[in-house]
């Protein structure tokens, strides 16, 4: 039971703000992840809507009457954990990673036809799930990766669930690159912003939600995978850096400070405000009505 004197209520269930008291319901805060399909207007009478990138709160804006959309806050998503150690980028590997479900909507046939084109010695090494059951593509979608990487330096590691495991690929990685084509379904990228807390050099797809954390040319790089020569664009950009030393130390000195810009205790803080200026106009509805 929500105890009925809260003064805010944040819910990430879907029907939550329905079956709330009326009291509860104009105190809720539904919180949307994912790019809202219809269902705004059933949250007509919460005092906020967060979303977790603009992107999502562009979506959630276009379904609300304009007069609607002080309502609507962008607060990203934190780091899933405290502040990693002090990385040496000078002990980074050639290694470049890619860290996410194996699945066709992730473009990973874009990265591994762009490495395979790529005179290096360096290393590719996907890292994720495959199976349906993880929201991957398939064992049959794999087998299709494989063979299309044929004997290029690329290694599949499978799925990995232990988070000391997968932060000590990111530690090791100089360059991470995420190609998602997912038009509609990436809303925040969180894998990306996890490597550069460890260091590494991000290579993404140009989906607006990772514009929020990632500025080209200064903490990572851009390319179009809209393009028709998308393949070579990627296969220049994974190329660049391999190449310039003081270009990936630069952008990776810069892609660190997402330790502190997306930090638990900054994101924290952002909604600790946000809750504190609802305190305030509900204090102000309050002294004006009496």
């Not at 669930?161 to 038009?183: G, H, K, Q, T």
């Not at 900054?266 to 305190?279: D, M």
């Amino acid at each position: 039971m929500v105890p009925a004197d809260s003064d805010i209520v944040v819910t990430n269930t879907f029907w939550a703000s329905v079956v709330l008291p009326a009291k509860l319901r104009r105190r809720s805060i539904p919180d949307v992840q994912r790019m809202p399909k219809g269902q705004m207007r059933l949250y007509n009478q919460a005092v906020r809507l967060r979303a977790n990138s603009t992107p999502v709160a562009e979506a959630i804006c276009r379904e609300l009457p304009t007069d609607q959309h002080p309502r609507v806050v962008m607060i990203p998503n934190p780091l899933p954990f405290q502040e990693p150690p002090t990385v040496n980028l000078a002990q980074k590997q050639p290694v470049v990673l890619y860290a996410g479900r194996i699945h066709p909507e992730k473009g990973l046939e874009l990265v591994i036809s762009a490495f395979k084109k790529l005179p290096t010695t360096w290393k590719l090494q996907i890292v994720g799930p495959a199976e349906t059951s993880a929201g991957g593509g398939g064992t049959a979608y794999l087998a299709s990766l494989k063979q299309l990487a044929g004997n290029a330096n690329i290694e599949f590691t499978g799925p990995v669930y232990d988070m000391e495991l997968l932060n000590r690929y990111y530690a090791e990685a100089s360059i991470f690159v995420y190609p998602s084509v997912a038009e509609q379904g990436e809303t925040f990228g969180l894998a990306p912003l996890e490597a550069m807390a460890w260091g590494c050099v991000p290579v993404v797809s140009s989906l607006a939600c990772f514009h929020d954390f990632i500025e080209h040319e200064h903490n990572g790089l851009i390319f179009d995978h809209r393009a028709n020569d998308a393949i070579s664009l990627l296969g220049k950009t994974i190329e660049r850096l391999q190449h310039d030393a003081a270009l990936r130390a630069e952008l990776a000195t810069r892609a660190l400070d997402v330790r502190q810009s997306h930090s638990i205790s900054c994101i924290a803080s952002q909604f600790i405000q946000e809750f504190e200026r609802i305190i305030q106009e509900q204090g102000i509805n309050k002294l004006a009505t009496v």
